[in-house]
């Protein structure tokens, strides 16, 4: 299943991005007008696969954005015991990222109360 945004989000992430307006609205076109990959890349002359490239590293980008100081992601294939346990972490670090957001958003709406 292919990853879709809705424009808000989309605005948002691509205002912390270094990407140029021609990548940025082949990104969008994919992303959330969700249009085909084939179709955007004959509209602008390119491979498929170049569409695909734009995509990933817009989704990339945006990722590593959203993971704060202190936090890691990793893919790691374990046994059983030990994969348990990297999921109650998983879980407990989620908790502390919404947590942490939470502050964020909250102190981010009380200044623009005042």
Known sequence: MDKKLSKEEFEIYSKSLNF?????E???LVLVEGIKQADVASRFSISKGAV???KKAFLEAVEAHLIPNGFKKITAVLPNH???QVEVWAKKAEEQIRNKNEEINSGATKRRCR
């Open 26 to 28: 082949i990104c969008r």
């Open 82 to 84: 030990h994969a348990y």
């Open 20 to 24: 140029s307006e021609r990548r940025l």
């Open 52 to 54: 695909s490239q734009h």
